[in-house]
């Protein structure tokens, strides 16, 4: 079997068997339960499978990594590197998937959610992958710039912020505002500002307050508008997400 991913980045975990997987370009490798393979976008690979085996894959689009990166260990997102690695020891990252996988049988997203960041997390926490060496930037933000305008962008997520706004915070032009926002940061200002608008939402679902006054409170022009970008990006609308996230704040208050 040839396994290529051009678009994207693959995080595996064997939880059963393995012993029969092995890798057949290169070193001659095989797999066992617990063992993490991790294939960069662009790599390729070829494996010889001769028995069953139980595992879990995530894929992250190259932005979703470097956005989470950068949010995560606030830093820029050029200063991710990703290496190969197959069947490592790597017991957090293998608890993390570990998780996920759980997580998505029983249909829990919410945990799911918490899994993949964590896994994310745990990922460039090992010095194994993560970037330990000083390295050239050219052509982003400036870290004090990037700072400034995570923390506008943060202090003002209920406003309507413009790209114009964006510029004049970080003294650019809005053509190179966005590019070197995106350089940096790993996503778009438009797609950072909804993923954070959607980030606070999602926190102020698990309280009382009526989901219309959570839309305005988060910047959103309508209950309608929260409603549609939510469930983009999460895959459920507002009122399905409080009715999950109210129902295990339940569960675990009971245990």
Not at 57 to 69: N, S
Not at 157 to 182: G, P, W, Y
Request: with cysteine.
């Amino acid at each position: 079997m040839r396994y290529e991913r051009p678009d994207g980045h693959t995080f595996s975990c064997y939880l059963r068997g393995g012993d029969g997987t092995r890798r057949v370009d290169g070193k001659r490798l095989s797999g066992r339960p617990g063992a993490v393979c991790i294939m960069p976008q662009g790599a390729s690979s070829e494996w010889e499978i001769t028995d069953r085996f139980d595992f879990v894959h995530l894929y992250l689009a190259d932005d979703e990594l470097k956005r989470l990166f950068s949010e995560i260990f606030d830093r820029d997102a050029r200063l991710m590197l990703l290496p190969e690695a197959t069947f490592e020891d790597a017991p957090r990252i293998a608890d993390g998937l570990g998780r996920l996988a759980t997580a998505l049988q029983s249909d829990n997203r919410i945990l799911a959610e918490e899994a993949i960041v964590s896994t994310v997390q745990h990922l460039f926490s090992d010095h194994r992958y993560g970037d330990h060496n000083l390295r050239q930037l050219r052509g982003g933000l400036a870290a004090h710039i990037r700072r400034r305008l995570l923390d506008y962008i943060e202090a003002h997520l209920q406003s309507q912020i413009s790209l114009r706004d964006l510029a004049a915070v970080a003294d650019l032009s809005e053509f190179h505002l966005q590019r070197m926002f995106k350089q940096s940061c790993g996503i778009s200002p438009y797609g950072y500002l909804l993923n954070r608008r959607v980030e606070r939402a999602r926190l102020m679902l698990t309280g009382a307050e009526p989901i219309a006054q959570i839309a305005t409170a988060c910047g959103f022009s309508s209950q309608s508008h929260l409603t549609r970008a939510f469930k983009t990006m999460t895959g459920m609308t507002p009122l399905a997400y409080r009715l999950m996230a109210n129902g295990i704040a339940c569960e675990r208050s009971g245990s």
